[in-house]
């Protein structure tokens, strides 16, 4: 298929970058460093052998949310999107941004987002799962109540915001003790992120904000093939799921939240997913530099799937959500 869109695609600053390292083995590190810093060279050959018409770029994991100083994390946040606004300048048919946002400073935050969209020209945000803060003890999930400010006006400003993935803190992750093969894309990064999505559901936030509307990585981070029991296990027993909001957690999901495909090209579980959330809420993307483009096209482009359901997939849906 000609004209894809993608929107799960990475880019790194040169201090950024180690923040990638422990996600290829020190043989590829060169190879994926290399992938990190390039957007206009062997990305764009990469887009054009493969279909791929636009793709909308973020700064890579974890970066801005790791780092625990409000000021440090607002400047990265800036600089960083300062540059990929320069980047998206020189060839805007073919890279739109997502902003990178300080998430440990709720206003400064919605502060950057709306510089970012409305005078950098940005579609939408990407941040990396929850933030660090000094002075606090443990991980800032995104449905705790400072939050709904930064919230309102990314409702205001009507653009998407992709929860993207990061590994647990080290005080949270006994589970993978002595299994440290299911940190990152293998588990840990789903599980996480599945998590920090169903707080969000459940808090309430999507009654207050209703038309927000979030994005998931990796086919949905496990959740079209979860979602049914989240509301209906033991159903016989007289106390069902207590939370703040008023409906059940699938409503949300398949009101307030779009999946892409990326780093997760198998047409058994893209099925499942358009059967559970619907073929208007699902995106196409790779996952590159740490997925490989020609993986993600040659899949997709010959999925067994209806060729509308693949036209929306792959470009129609995402020019809808980021108004391109």
């Not at 973020?58 to 994390?73: E, K, T, Y």
Request: with cysteine; charged share 25%.
């Amino acid at each position: 298929m000609q004209g894809k869109i993608a929107l799960e695609e990475h880019f790194a600053l040169e201090e950024t970058l180690k923040d990638s390292a422990g996600f290829a083995p020190a043989d590829d590190w060169v190879e994926l460093k290399g992938r990190l810093l390039d957007i206009q060279e062997r990305r764009l050959r990469e887009m054009d052998a493969n279909g791929i018409e636009l793709m909308l770029l973020s700064l890579n994991a974890p970066a801005v949310q790791a780092i625990p100083d409000r000021g440090r994390a607002t400047e990265l946040s800036q600089r960083a999107n300062d540059y990929l606004a320069e980047q998206v300048a020189r060839r805007p048919q073919r890279f739109q941004g997502l902003a990178a946002l300080p998430m440990q400073d709720p206003d400064a935050a919605a502060r950057e987002l709306d510089r970012c969209v409305t005078s950098l020209g940005f579609r939408g945000a990407l941040v990396n799962g929850f933030s660090e803060l000094a002075g606090t003890d443990g991980a800032l999930y995104y449905d705790r109540r400072e939050f709904w400010p930064f919230w309102s006006e990314v409702e205001r400003l009507d653009v998407p915001f992709y929860l993207h993935p990061r590994n647990p803190l080290a005080k949270d992750a006994a589970i993978y003790e002595g299994h440290r093969w299911l940190m990152g894309p293998t588990w840990a990064f789903g599980q996480e992120t599945a998590v920090h999505a169903l707080r969000l559901m459940g808090s309430g936030l999507f009654d207050a904000y209703p038309r927000l509307q979030i994005i998931l990585g990796h086919m949905g981070e496990g959740l079209p093939y979860s979602i049914w029991r989240v509301d209906n296990h033991n159903k016989w027993m007289r106390a069902q799921n207590v939370y703040p909001a008023k409906r059940k957690i699938a409503d949300y999901f398949r009101e307030n939240f779009y999946i892409t495909t990326s780093g997760n090209f198998r047409t058994q579980a893209l099925i499942d997913a358009m059967l559970e959330i619907g073929a208007d809420r699902i995106l196409f993307s790779a996952d590159w530099p740490f997925e490989n483009i020609d993986h993600a096209a040659a899949w997709f482009d010959v999925a067994t799937i209806a060729e509308g359901d693949r036209f929306k997939i792959g470009r129609e849906n995402a020019r809808t959500l980021f108004k391109l």
